[in-house]
């Protein structure tokens, strides 16, 4: 496996007045409560170690107080861990003086904030070119290449304006861009989208996923919203108290919590959006490879089904009933299958969100079959499994797909 | 001796031991300034030429030259009309009651004090906003400053200097100064947080924050300063008349021990002008430059 890009190993933040001293008592495994009782010093971060690869987006999340902006304020080093090693590319970002920190900020990330941190009196096009004015950039060349991303993030037409002028969406648009312009490998974004009302924020959480297709930039997200962060998130570390209590791909923290804490958390979750069909179908069963509806009928008998997909070697062909077979049979014994006798059914994608094919697996008396992009059977999808995992007295260990091959392979 | 009365009177130096401290420290001073005095003085030279350039400069040109120019400045400066004619007014009835000569010396001395204290006043301002300790050191020297009697500190001035213009200068600018340096301090420390951190994240230097974000955000507060410090300087001039600068104050200062009340009323109405043009021009101008401040009615 590859280099992480970031990587974080045993990062603490003890805020006081004299932190190095204090952190004994911190490596002695003393709470929060128990250190700030005793030496008046804040326990920010314990333990931090993580590692994010290139061009994903990484999200921490946690509530307030968690120490998740905090965190995010030690990749560029806008505070000083008390102890740990915080790896870029290779190179310890600890290690750089005074320009050469400065260099690396330029250059390497560039930071989205809750409260925008736009400069008031400079003009929108002029704030999208502040990162690349810092870096020295001509001033025709920064405020053309600003103009482009003003354009890309959606805001052209608004160059001469002040930032009270736009809206909060509007700002944030502005603070992407800004962030954008400068090239920056790497995103930082600190509860970027949190102060922006819900439907502004959902339009710029697809904007963000969007530009990542083209961009493929490495983001650090930092979100209290747990739909946010399985919206965005190819990988979540769950903070609490300054502690990872889990990070992992959002199925895995949906499915199998960790600890209460995060099963808390999950519960309010609306699964509906937050998980694909994929992550929930059971293996596929009941392909019908007959050609004639004798064959089929057989088959079916076989599996003690009244439905089944038709399967040839080009793939997926339809979905079969009983009843109308048999009506068929009745008239014709010998005909083949025809396109004629498949039911009226769009099969799901894998990546469909479960929300969007529910109407469907209602309606149908039968699972819906999930076809790949290749046009291959990978699966179905039944309407218990969709009650089991939406329904509320979910059981993790239900919808976990290795599981059910395990059992399906004994069985 | 006072060996047993300590409680119901306070213990108190002998006369003679006052007196020779007294003495001590006079000789001492009154010796270095004899020594340095001609050093300092050359020292401001330079000032003094500047000063006294401007002030021929101003007596020189044409009256009507004069207020078209100034009206001209204060319409850059406000954009308003109104305010323009206001000038043409004041300054043609300032000519009118004959105090023409007094009102261009004031001018000249009001401009070169501002500027002096806009140019060490700001520097020490940022300096105090980049460290608590500078703050905590130069606050009280600023109270100082604000409340000891200017007479008191006119002394030394006058001892070290003689009496003239640079006395009268380094008078009013010791009086006027501490506006400027406390709201420069001020503004830069109620620079958004957020904004500064954004600067830096964006890997800004300390100089790049300094001009780019910190100054032109605290704008707004260090025009209050300097508005502030026009204001005290206008109203030092009366004071600063006593060690020999020419201007408004000198009439002022000859009514009181005259007792005419008319001509310390126009000379006084005279300097209340001057300040409102000032006040008026320099607060419309820090307000236009802050227009996106103007605009910011939704969030």
Same mark, same amino acid.
């Given at each position: 496996?590859?280099?992480?890009?970031?990587?974080?190993?045993?990062?603490?933040? +003890?805020?006081?007045?004299?932190?190095?001293?204090?952190?004994?008592?911190?490596?002695?495994?003393?709470?929060?409560?128990?250190?700030?009782?005793?030496?008046?010093?804040?326990?920010?971060?314990?333990?931090?170690?993580?590692?994010?690869?290139?061009?994903?987006?990484?999200?921490?999340?946690?509530?307030?107080?968690?120490?998740?902006?905090? +965190?995010?304020?030690?990749?560029?080093?806008?505070?000083?861990?008390?102890?740990?090693?915080?790896?870029?590319?290779?190179?310890?970002?600890?290690?750089?003086?005074?320009?050469?920190?400065?260099?690396?900020?330029?250059?390497?990330?560039?930071?989205?904030?809750?409260?925008?941190?736009?400069?008031?009196?400079?003009?929108?096009?002029?704030?999208?070119?502040?990162?690349?004015?810092?870096?020295?950039?001509?001033?025709?060349?920064?405020?053309?290449?600003?103009?482009?991303?003003?354009?890309?993030?959606?805001?052209?037409?608004?160059?001469?304006?002040?930032?009270?002028?736009?809206?909060?969406?509007?700002?944030?648009?502005?603070?992407?861009?800004?962030?954008?312009?400068?090239?920056?490998?790497?995103?930082?974004?600190?509860?970027?989208?949190?102060?922006?009302? *819900?439907?502004?924020?959902?339009?710029?959480?697809?904007?963000?996923?969007? +530009?990542?297709?083209?961009?493929?930039?490495?983001?650090?997200?930092?979100?209290?919203?747990?739909?946010?962060?399985?919206?965005?998130?190819?990988?979540?570390?769950?903070?609490?108290?300054?502690?990872?209590?889990?990070?992992?791909?959002?199925?895995?923290?949906?499915?199998? *919590?960790?600890?209460?804490?995060?099963?808390?958390?999950?519960?309010?979750?609306?699964?509906?959006?937050?998980?694909?069909?994929?992550?929930?179908?059971?293996?596929?069963?009941?392909?019908?490879?007959?050609?004639?509806?004798?064959?089929?009928?057989?088959?079916?008998?076989?599996?003690?089904?009244?439905?089944?997909?038709?399967?040839?070697?080009?793939?997926?062909?339809?979905?079969?009933?009983?009843?109308?077979?048999?009506?068929?049979?009745?008239?014709?014994?010998?005909?083949?299958?025809?396109?004629?006798?498949?039911?009226?059914?769009?099969?799901?994608?894998?990546?469909?969100?479960?929300?969007?094919?529910?109407?469907?697996?209602?309606?149908?008396?039968?699972?819906?079959?999930?076809?790949?992009?290749?046009?291959?059977?990978?699966?179905?999808?039944?309407?218990?499994?969709?009650?089991?995992?939406?329904?509320?007295?979910?059981?993790?260990?239900?919808?976990?797909?290795?599981?059910?091959?395990?059992?399906?392979?004994?069985? | 001796?006072?060996?047993?009365?300590?409680?119901?009177?306070?213990?108190?130096?002998?006369?003679?031991?006052?007196?020779?401290?007294?003495?001590?420290?006079?000789?001492?001073?009154?010796?270095?300034?004899?020594?340095?005095?001609?050093?300092?003085?050359?020292?401001?030279?330079?000032?003094?030429?500047?000063?006294?350039?401007?002030?021929?400069?101003?007596?020189?040109?044409?009256?009507?030259?004069?207020?078209?120019?100034?009206?001209?400045?204060?319409?850059?400066?406000?954009?308003?009309?109104?305010?323009?004619?206001?000038?043409?007014?004041?300054?043609?009835?300032?000519?009118?009651?004959?105090?023409?000569?007094?009102?261009?010396?004031?001018?000249?001395?009001?401009?070169?004090?501002?500027?002096?204290?806009?140019?060490?006043?700001?520097?020490?301002?940022?300096?105090?906003?980049?460290?608590?300790?500078?703050?905590?050191?130069?606050?009280?020297?600023?109270?100082?400053?604000?409340?000891?009697?200017?007479?008191?500190?006119?002394?030394?001035?006058?001892?070290?200097?003689? =009496?003239?213009? =640079?006395?009268?200068? =380094?008078?009013? #600018?010791?009086?006027?100064?501490?506006?400027?340096?406390?709201?420069?301090?001020?503004?830069?420390?109620?620079?958004?947080?957020?904004?500064?951190?954004?600067?830096?994240?964006?890997?800004?230097?300390?100089?790049?924050?300094?001009?780019?974000?910190?100054?032109?955000?605290?704008?707004?507060? =260090?025009?209050?300063?300097?508005?502030?410090? #026009?204001?005290?300087?206008?109203?030092?001039?009366?004071?600063?008349?006593?060690?020999?600068?020419?201007?408004?104050?000198?009439?002022?200062?000859?009514?009181?021990?005259?007792?005419?009340?008319?001509?310390?009323?126009?000379?006084?109405?005279?300097?209340?002008?001057?300040? #409102?043009?000032?006040?008026?021009?320099?607060?419309?101008?820090?307000?236009?430059?802050?227009?996106?401040?103007?605009?910011?009615?939704?969030?």
């Amino acid at each position: 496996m590859a280099e992480a890009l970031i990587q974080v190993e045993n990062l603490y933040k +003890l805020f006081g007045s004299n932190p190095k001293k204090h952190m004994s008592l911190v490596h002695e495994g003393k709470s929060k409560d128990e250190i700030l009782a005793a030496t008046d010093h804040t326990l920010g971060l314990k333990n931090i170690n993580l590692s994010i690869n290139a061009g994903e987006i990484f999200v921490i999340m946690g509530l307030s107080g968690s120490g998740k902006s905090t +965190l995010i304020r030690h990749f560029n080093r806008l505070i000083d861990p008390t102890e740990g090693v915080i790896k870029v590319e290779g190179t310890d970002v600890m290690q750089l003086g005074k320009k050469e920190l400065e260099e690396f900020r330029r250059h390497k990330m560039s930071m989205v904030f809750q409260r925008f941190g736009l400069l008031p009196h400079k003009t929108v096009l002029e704030n999208v070119a502040y990162g690349l004015r810092i870096q020295g950039v001509a001033k025709s060349e920064a405020l053309q290449r600003a103009r482009q991303w003003l354009e890309t993030v959606g805001l052209a037409g608004y160059e001469e304006q002040f930032p009270a002028q736009l809206s909060g969406g509007q700002q944030q648009r502005v603070g992407l861009a800004r962030a954008l312009c400068t090239d920056a490998e790497i995103l930082l974004m600190d509860e970027a989208f949190s102060a922006l009302d *819900p439907l502004i924020r959902s339009e710029m959480q697809d904007q963000l996923v969007q +530009l990542q297709e083209k961009l493929h930039k490495t983001i650090i997200f930092i979100t209290h919203d747990l739909d946010e962060a399985l919206r965005l998130g190819d990988r979540i570390a769950i903070l609490k108290d300054g502690e990872v209590v889990q990070q992992g791909e959002p199925e895995e923290i949906l499915l199998h *919590p960790a600890t209460d804490y995060v099963e808390a958390f999950v519960r309010d979750v609306n699964r509906a959006r937050a998980l694909t069909v994929e992550t929930v179908m059971k293996d596929p069963a009941y392909r019908i490879t007959a050609d004639t509806i004798s064959g089929a009928l057989q088959q079916m008998k076989g599996f003690d089904r009244d439905y089944g997909y038709i399967v040839t070697d080009e793939g997926y062909q339809g979905t079969v009933k009983a009843a109308k077979l048999e009506q068929a049979y009745q008239a014709d014994k010998d005909a083949d299958l025809t396109d004629a006798l498949y039911e009226q059914i769009e099969p799901v994608e894998p990546q469909a969100v479960l929300e969007t094919v529910i109407p469907n697996t209602l309606d149908a008396d039968y699972p819906l079959p999930v076809v790949d992009e290749q046009g291959q059977l990978a699966g179905c999808l039944t309407r218990g499994t969709l009650a089991e995992v939406l329904g509320s007295e979910h059981k993790p260990e239900a919808g976990n797909p290795k599981e059910d091959k395990d059992t399906k392979a004994s069985a | 001796m006072a060996e047993s009365n300590w409680l119901t009177e306070i213990p108190q130096l002998e006369r003679s031991e006052l007196r020779d401290i007294r003495k001590t420290l006079d000789t001492a001073y009154r010796d270095f300034s004899r020594e340095h005095g001609e050093m300092i003085e050359a020292f401001f030279d330079p000032l003094l030429s500047f000063l006294v350039w401007f002030e021929k400069l101003l007596l020189a040109t044409p009256w009507w030259l004069v207020i078209a120019v100034v009206a001209g400045l204060a319409y850059l400066a406000s954009r308003s009309w109104k305010l323009s004619l206001g000038v043409v007014v004041s300054f043609f009835l300032i000519g009118y009651f004959g105090m023409w000569e007094d009102a261009m010396s004031t001018m000249s001395i009001i401009l070169v004090c501002t500027l002096m204290a806009i140019i060490l006043g700001v520097p020490i301002g940022i300096l105090m906003a980049r460290s608590d300790r500078m703050q905590t050191l130069i606050t009280p020297v600023l109270d100082v400053m604000q409340t000891m009697p200017a007479f008191v500190y006119l002394i030394p001035v006058v001892m070290l200097l003689g =009496i003239g213009k =640079i006395p009268g200068v =380094i008078a009013v #600018i010791i009086y006027a100064i501490p506006p400027v340096i406390r709201l420069t301090n001020l503004g830069i420390r109620l620079v958004d947080k957020d904004v500064l951190e954004a600067a830096t994240a964006y890997g800004a230097s300390p100089m790049q924050r300094l001009l780019g974000v910190q100054l032109p955000l605290a704008m707004p507060t =260090i025009m209050a300063g300097i508005n502030q410090t #026009i204001m005290m300087a206008l109203s030092m001039v009366v004071i600063a008349s006593m060690i020999g600068v020419a201007g408004l104050g000198q009439p002022v200062l000859k009514s009181i021990t005259n007792q005419y009340f008319t001509l310390g009323l126009l000379n006084g109405l005279a300097i209340v002008a001057l300040a #409102i043009i000032f006040d008026r021009v320099s607060q419309a101008y820090a307000k236009r430059t802050q227009r996106h401040l103007g605009c910011a009615d939704h969030g």
